[in-house]
C-alpha cells in the first residue's frame, strides 16, 4: 500500500543496499530461524546554521536465511524510496544519490557513504534556501537594517528526523516501524515515512494486506468506532454520534461518505491484540488532529482478514 500523502517534501534520509540478491520468494530456507531476532542499531546526526539530521535504523542481524531475508528486504523498501529523494513513495522516480558501489555487505560503510550523502545535500539545499532569502531582504529597501538582521537570525534550520524501530515480535510476525520528519521552512514540519512494515517468520516475507479487498465497506462501524476512540481520548466534549465524528473529518468528495482504510498498511499492535491502524496527517483530517491510530482486535477483524492471514494466526 503506497504512501499519498507529503509527495511535496522534497525530503532525504539514509539509505541501505541489499546485502544479498536473495529474495522471501526464491531463499533456500537451509538454517531454522532464530527467535526473537538480534538487532543492531545505527545511528548518525549533523548539525549546522542550515540543518539538523538524526538517523536512527534498527536492523535485524543476518544469522539464519529468515532474518537474512528480512534484512535484505528491510534496507531495499528503505533505500529505494531514500535514493529517489522523496518524502512519498512514488513511483518513477529518478534516484539522486548514487549507488554505493563498494563491498555491500559491509554495512558500515554502506551507512556511512548514505548518511554522508544525505547530509551533504540536505545542507546544500537549506544553504541555497536561506541565501536566498538573505539576498531577498537585502535587496529591499522598505525595512531597516535591525529588522533585516532579525529576519536572517530568525530562520530556522531545516530538519530531517528517521526512525526505524522494531516495534512488535511474536513467533508469526515482526513489525518495523519507519516514522520520518521533515521540515524545510513553513509553518510547520510533516510526518511520513512507510509506518509499520510486518514480515513473516515462516519464509521472511512482507505481509502487503491483511484485510480483504472489499472490506471497507462493511468495516465501517468498526472504522468509526476506532476514531471516536482516538477523539474522545483527550476531548473535553465526547463524539457520540457517527455524525459528530464525520463533521471532524475531511474526505475526499469521491469517497461518498465512506470512510477509507488508511494509506500505511495495518500491522500488528506491541501487545499482539490486534491491528494497528493509523492515518497520516491530512489523510482524512484537518494537521490539527494529529495522526488518528487506533486499535481492532483480531477477533473484531476476522470476518475481514485475508484466508492466508487467518491460516497465519492458527
Not at 528503505?78 to 554495512?107: F, V, W
Not at 545542507?123 to 538573505?134: G, I, L, M, R, W
Not at 489523510?283 to 484466508?307: D, H, N, Q
Request: charged share 30%; aromatic share 12%; net charge negative.
Amino acid at each position: 500500500m503506497k504512501t499519498r500523502f507529503f509527495s511535496l517534501l522534497t525530503v532525504v534520509s539514509l539509505v541501505f543496499v541489499s546485502c544479498t540478491n536473495k529474495t522471501a520468494e526464491t531463499a533456500e530456507l537451509e538454517n531454522p530461524f532464530t527467535y526473537p531476532l538480534e538487532i543492531e542499531n545505527y545511528t548518525f546526526s549533523d548539525s549546522s546554521r542550515y540543518a539538523n539530521i538524526s538517523i536512527k535504523v534498527a536492523l535485524p542481524v543476518a544469522k539464519d536465511s529468515v532474518s537474512q531475508v528480512i534484512r535484505d528486504s528491510l534496507v531495499n523498501i528503505i533505500g529505494n524510496s531514500i535514493r529517489s529523494y522523496q518524502g512519498s513513495q512514488m513511483e518513477d522516480t529518478k534516484p539522486l544519490i548514487a549507488k554505493y558501489n563498494g563491498d555491500e555487505k559491509d554495512a558500515k560503510s554502506v551507512f556511512d557513504y548514505y548518511s554522508k550523502e544525505v547530509s551533504k545535500m540536505l545542507n546544500s539545499q537549506a544553504k541555497e534556501d536561506y541565501d536566498e532569502k538573505v539576498k531577498y531582504w537585502e535587496e529591499d529597501t522598505t525595512i531597516t537594517e535591525e529588522q533585516r538582521k532579525e529576519y536572517k537570525e530568525s530562520v530556522a534550520p531545516w530538519d530531517y528526523s528517521m526512525e526505524v524501530t522494531k516495534t512488535s515480535e511474536d513467533s508469526t510476525f515482526v513489525v518495523f516501524y519507519d516514522s520520518e520528519y521533515s521540515y524545510i521552512g513553513g509553518a510547520h514540519g510533516g510526518v511520513f515515512g512507510f509506518g509499520g512494515i510486518t514480515f513473516r517468520f515462516s519464509d521472511g516475507s512482507i505481509v502487503k494486506d491483511f484485510l480483504k479487498d472489499n472490506a471497507v465497506k462493511d468495516m465501517q462501524p468498526l472504522l468509526k468506532k476506532g476514531l471516536k476512540e482516538y477523539f474522545n481520548e483527550n476531548a473535553d466534549e465526547k463524539i457520540a454520534t457517527d455524525q459528530q465524528l464525520m463533521e471532524q473529518l475531511m474526505l475526499p468528495d469521491e469517497s461518498k461518505g465512506l470512510i477509507p482504510l488508511p494509506a500505511w498498511t495495518p500491522s500488528p499492535d506491541e501487545k499482539g491484540k490486534g491491528l494497528v491502524f493509523t492515518y497520516q496527517q491530512y489523510e482524512i483530517a484537518c494537521y490539527a488532529v494529529g495522526m488518528p491510530s487506533f486499535v481492532l482486535t483480531w477477533e473484531e477483524l476476522k470476518p475481514f482478514l485475508r484466508e492466508d492471514i487467518l491460516e497465519d494466526l492458527k
